[in-house]
């Protein structure tokens, strides 16, 4: 793949550009499939409240989990798709996303919406899988999904509504185990939200400049030098929320030193983030997927144990 048709955020020697056939790479870089990190971050909430609405001395339900992983690879690659389509006049203005296939014009917008439509098929497939409140709960998070890729045109907190989006896995997981919500439910998906609103600010400086020029809002923007004390302010709710989350569950003391390890986390991020460099922003950003990992494996360890 010739460097001026990189996607600057993407790996280089990703196995999408590696191992993909030709014919198909463009739908894949659609769909984000060679940046990874964006299943993750969709992923964590939901197997912390899989995990954490299971009964003690015993182990999340595989089935469970492994429906929601594929849930998250297929709904994060529309959500992606339908962001693209909608920002494709806005994504060949920017650096970062000028490469993206419709921006591109490796895909035209119709194949891009049959492309889209396909996987919310599949995504259908997998939602009706679960009880009536997942399903009532999954059609209902269709809503933010809509509304988020047009926020950034109308105010400086697009990032607020990514987190909506992004962590309603947290009252998904907990319906399919439970076939109900609880505080805890609730706890876990306000920790999410401003978790994302942390990492995602983080992401947003990489494209301040272009943003500024083509009019589009961020908090990255809205904070500028300020960043870092908002990053303590918002990763600061989401421990506490954490917090209330495991207490409220009768979480035992291995769950508080996971606990102690995400502020660790965090203060490293802050502590060492320089918000001019795009490179050292997204080695931040997807720093974050130690943060959701090590909340599951705090949530599992002290369930089992």
């Known amino acids: 793949m010739s460097n001026d048709k990189a996607i600057l955020d993407a790996k280089k020697g990703n196995w999408v550009d590696r191992y993909s056939p030709a014919s198909i790479r463009p739908f894949l870089k ?53 962001n693209d389509i909608v920002d494709r006049d806005y994504d060949s203005k920017v650096a970062r996303t000028r490469n993206r296939p419709i921006a591109g014009k ?3 917008v119709q194949n891009a919406w049959l492309f889209l439509a ?9 939602l009706l899988q679960f009880n009536y409140l997942t399903v009532a709960l999954g059609i209902g998070s269709l809503v933010f999904v809509g509304i988020y890729p047009f926020m950034k045109r109308v105010t400086y907190w697009p990032q607020a509504f990514l987190g909506l989006t992004f962590n309603w896995g947290a009252l998904l997981g907990w319906a399919a185990v ?15 939200i401003f978790w994302t609103l942390g990492y995602d600010t983080i992401y947003a400086h990489m494209d301040k400049t272009d ?3 083509v009019g589009v809002k961020s908090t990255a923007l ?13 990763y600061g709710l989401s421990l506490g929320f954490f917090f209330l989350a495991g207490y409220q569950n009768g979480l035992g003391s291995i769950y508080y030193i996971g606990l102690a390890f995400v502020f660790f986390h965090f203060h490293t991020q802050i502590s060492t983030l320089d918000i001019h460099s795009p490179e050292a922003c997204l080695k931040t950003f997807k720093s974050n997927n130690l943060v959701g990992l090590g909340m599951f494996l705090a949530i599992w360890a002290s369930k089992v144990t």
């Open 106 to 108: 490796e895909i035209s």
């Open 178 to 192: 439970t076939g109900a919500l609880s505080i805890e439910a609730l706890f876990l998906y306000l920790a999410g």
């Open 30 to 82: 659609l769909g984000r499939m060679d940046r990874p990190i964006g299943i993750w971050l969709l992923l964590w909430p939901a197997t912390w409240a899989i995990t954490m609405a299971g009964s003690f001395a015993s182990y999340p339900d595989l089935k469970i989990l492994g429906l929601f992983l594929l849930g998250a690879f297929v709904m994060r690659s529309a959500g992606c798709a339908f």
């Open 222 to 234: 809205k904070f500028g030098e300020n960043t870092r004390a908002w990053l303590f302010v918002f």
């Open 118 to 126: 396909t996987l919310a098929l599949t995504g259908l497939i997998i």
């Open 211 to 213: 943003d500024i020029l």
